[in-house]
């Protein structure tokens, strides 16, 4: 029984790293995506503060916008002291009461959902997400231990949290929530990021001042996403400013130039 057992592992093992992964499709992963936001979305806070949701709800489709991607948008905002947020693939966003204070302005919060939002719009660790789904799916299948899987396999407390995701879901917020990007993703990410902000009517300038607080407050400490396999905040800042002109050509030309926007207390 034993021996079955493990011929088919390794024989699911040998079909994942096989390059199963590309025939997954975007819509199935876009769809695993959706699942496992909406489980978020059941089981977090939503936040009560009106300041903050309406500019939430100002800024996310201004960027959604500009980023010229045809996304199922949706967004939340989750109250948590935790200083993060995050764009899955297909357009779900979510942003923690935590990362507001960090921001201090409008066009900070638009730095950063630009810059989640360029790793959805990018298809950073589209391959990862794709195995994780497929991987899953067999799992289901041969143990029926999916969710238990899941549980153990999580690093992240939001991860864990999704526990009545099963199968390709749970792979899916697996490989999503525990995600490290690597370095060139993240300076995509900054660079479309800066890039959307200014499209949107912010003020680009501010995505270098946004990292530099961002990194303060981390305190050495990686707060998630941001700070994992980010460029060092010298590069990033040579980087942003560098491309701060063609940006800052961009800004102007947005039909509204809201600057930093409204302030955040
Ligand atoms: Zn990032």
Redesign the pocket.
Known sequence: MKIIFFTLLLFVQSCASKKMSPNVSEQEINSQSEKAYNEVKAKSKISQNAEWTAMLNRVAPRIAKASGENFKWEWLLIESPEVNAWCMPGGKMAVYTGIMPVLKNEAALAAVLG?EVA?ATKRHGKERYARAVTGNIVGLVIGGAAVLGGQFLCKTQTCKSLTALSGAAAGFAIAFFDRK?SRGD?TE?DKFGQEYMAKAGYDPSEAIHLWERMGAASGGKAPP??MSTHPSDVTRRKNLTEWLPQNQALYTKSPNQYGLGEVIR
């Open positions: 810059h790793h990007f993240e990410a996403e941001f």
